[in-house]
């Protein structure tokens, strides 16, 4: 059965501006969902309020049809922050434990890290430990991954990389993930969507970027 | 297993105000003393609540990624520590007597 995540009829307000409030989102397993829009309009925000870690006035979340108090809650979802993922006194090793990842996956996909698993976060430089980040979420056994910028801090070669495992982590999950480098969000994604003023709409080309004011 | 991570966060500060009331326990077994250091140890554990609340907050992202979410990250870290202060206080008190 192929799995579908959906979001709508979340409302969030900062006092009397309401930030987003006309929002529909959905994501199949098997498909990247690109997200793009200006800094500010509410991205991040989106996933988390999917991912369950900020509370939003009114939201609908459901898998399969089925609706989540939180997408956290039984493993469905997991979501890979903008900033750094894993604390800093646990070891990678421990990560991977908790996180249902096992070492022969992460060898084959990240092979440099291998020497260094027993390491903290801390022996990783910010690239290394973003991609790394990355693998652990990725290769992990839920139904979907959230991903706010994933590229950053990531050398070309490196997005490359990631860009190739999240093609090949599609197959099993459905991955929605945003980010400031909007040519690489659009090469690797399906669908796209664009946030402003609180709306979220799905766009076909890159032309409508422009029309929209999001690139020149 | 997993409940235990998050007081990794709070292990080191926690454990030295346990072992300072255990240490002044040890000296003066009395029952003043025992009301004097919950409170204290009370005091301790809601200062160090605090300072992971507002200074390593972001790392909540990650437990709630292992399924603990923030009730869980907070109340694992309060029984933890609260239990390994219990214990550690009645096995002073238990071996004062003996002595």
New interface residues.
Partial sequence: MMNVLEADSIMVDYGVVSFLSDIYLRCDQGEIVGLLGRNGCGKSTLLQII???RIAAQKSIRINGEYLS?G????NI??L?Q?????A??TIR??MR??SVERKVVAAVFPESVPFLEQTPARFSGGELRFLELVL?LC?DAKFCLLDEPFTGLSPVMIERAIALMQHAKKEKGIVVTDHRYRDVTQCSDRLYYLSSGRLRQIDSEEQLVNLGYKV | MKYLYPYRNIALPASAVTTMACLTLWQHPTLSVIFYLIWCKVIALIGLLTYIHFFRGAQIIFFMNIGIGRNGFYFSMVCIDLLLFIVSTVVVLFIKQGV
């Fill in positions: 991912f369950g870690s939180a956290y809650k039984n493993s997991k979501f922050p900033d750094t993922l894993i604390p006194n646990i421990d990560a908790l996180l979420i992990s």
